[in-house]
């Protein structure tokens, strides 16, 4: 299983984020838009990817498995709502790897069914930014998650800050997700490369 292009996550909500973390370090960044109309959406999904090509960011989009394959991104993020419609073997087809988002024993279980390039585990802990079924997993479930799925990458999210982000790598995490910690700071860039501190790479 090969390994994630960076230790560190952003999620944003607009592609000239993407143009802003790459130009400062980051390599892996994940589009996240919501309730957009799909004329809007396709325009962001074909701008992010122009921002990714030019700072050599590998783009991950949530949930729109189609659009991804239409626009040739890397990477798609399905959580298990979306693993209902998804049609896998097109997914695979076009080349596209995928990350799936688990909260307990049974979403994993269904999410290894799928052999994922990445399980996603959240939330760590507790987050203000997205309303969750479940409650704050614990940096122990890292460990056991990593025994779980072996070599396969494991991406922690929720509530990870600059300073719990070496918890989680410790904790057997290959890499750390986060929103506000990028999309909320008064010095965007600097975190990218605080968190490249931070997490070794």
């Known amino acids: 299983m090969s390994a994630l292009p960076q230790k560190f996550y952003p999620v944003v909500d607009d592609a000239r984020w993407v143009s802003r973390l790459g130009a400062a370090g980051a390599r892996f960044i994940q589009l996240r838009v919501k309730e957009l109309p799909e004329v809007e959406l396709r325009a962001q999904v074909r701008l992010a990817r122009a921002y990714a ?40 087809k076009g080349g596209l790897r995928v990350g799936i988002s688990t909260h307990c024993h049974e979403e994993l279980e269904r999410a290894l069914t799928f052999a994922p390039d990445y399980v996603a585990l959240g939330p760590i802990w507790e987050t203000r930014l997205k309303k969750m079924a479940f409650g ?3 940096v122990e479930k890292l ?12 991406v922690a999210i929720g509530g990870v800050t600059l300073q719990r982000a070496p ?11 986060a929103v506000s910690a990028f999309t909320q700071h008064v ?13 070794g790479g």
Not at 143 to 154: A, H, S, Y
């Open 187 to 199: 010095d965007p860039e600097g975190q990218v490369r605080a968190w490249q501190a931070a997490t």
């Open 143 to 154: 460990r056991e998650w990593k025994q779980l799925i072996g070599n396969r990458p494991l």
């Open 53 to 92: 090509t030019e700072h050599g960011v590998c783009l991950v989009l949530n949930d729109f498995w189609q659009i991804a394959l239409e626009e040739g991104v890397s990477y798609i993020h399905l959580g298990q709502e979306d693993l209902d419609t998804a049609d896998m073997a097109a997914i695979r």
């Open 136 to 138: 704050p997993q614990g």
């Open 167 to 177: 918890l989680c790598l410790a904790a057997g995490a290959d890499c750390v997700s």
